[in-house]
């Protein structure tokens, strides 16, 4: 058996036991333990199981800061910003408390106060300096800062995991690989995702990291093998075109289709049912999967009033280039570089934009930096929002 599954095994151990939970601290906590499930194999139909007990919890008990904060974590997951403040305003105190705080940093984060994300994470690393602490410092620094500085902190972030917290050793390790994978060291990165799949056994996330290299590096049929394991286990909308999109790599376009109409059909439902986090998804996918300029712009519009950081703002702005509106698209990618973030995808499409509205040295500058962050930016990716 593996870790993954030793993990799961726990949690359904304790979710029998608490089937009929009688009074306030088996409620609250078989409401957690749903939720800790759902984060763990990051199934929808396992969230919308938290969901409903979380509902049933507050009914039963009222607004308990543990029920509060795991709905402003749930909110999170799925973009629902207000939702998360609502939550953490339902318990007294629960706002400045330290996983309150947590949250707060992340709906900074989201919504394009980055100077003040960063700053609440130095203070609660100040105040307390784990490795979850330190990880969300160094998240920051891998977007506006400098890549060895990410390193660095992320590393010191593992010298503070003990050897009973190897999900989160392998957590910090996907990041390390990430980072290395988004500079084009593809050897680097495999030698992190061994690590995190060595320390932390069967997990699915692994795999799903793994695949996006082997496509990266034209291993297509491990890849594909990988993906299909993870589709079993979570078979999710976005792993799902990401599957199409290596079919697409592959040369194969019809295997693809089949793929993207799965991710399309998931995506538009959770959406229906609240799913606003995979309004950026749709924007990506009606930007370059099946082109459909319009309805691109429309979900992009949609995710920045929901939110508006970098990341809308550039989805916007090719959304809109692909509309054939440059000047305009042109205006959101400049409010995307104005954010700081130094990452090649971002800059090569503002590139195309800035060639698109007449701006010829800026597409130079910018091609330049995004060829200078990865080299081979332009191949086999996963759209991680």
Known sequence: MTAYQRDLEKIDRDLESLEQPVGTEQTVRRVCRLYQRAALTARLDEFAAAEAALAEGFAKV???????????????????????????GMAPGLAKSFPGRVVLADIDMQEGRYKQ???????????????????RLAYWESKFGEMTEAERIYLEAEDELTAKEMRGYTWVELQLGLLDLRAGRYQDAEEHYRRAGAAYTGYWLVDDHMAELLGTVGKYEEAIRLYERVLEETPRPELQQAFGELYVAMGEPRAAEVWFDRALEGFLKASDNGGVHYYHHLVDFYSDVRQDAPRAVEWALKDCELRTNYATQAALGWALFRNGRFRKAEEMMDQALAS?????????????????????VAFDALSRRAFALNPHHDGFHVHRA
């Open 62 to 88: 009222g607004p308990w800061a543990d029920l509060c904060l795991v709905k402003a974590n749930l909110a999170m997951k799925f973009h629902r910003l207000g939702e998360a403040k609502r939550a953490l």
């Open 117 to 135: 994300a960063r700053e609440a994470c130095e203070a609660m690393i100040a105040e307390d300096r784990t490795w979850d602490n330190l990880a």
């Open 340 to 360: 700081g973030v130094r990452d090649a995808h971002l800059f090569a499409k503002a590139a195309t934009v800035k060639a698109a509205a007449g701006q010829a």
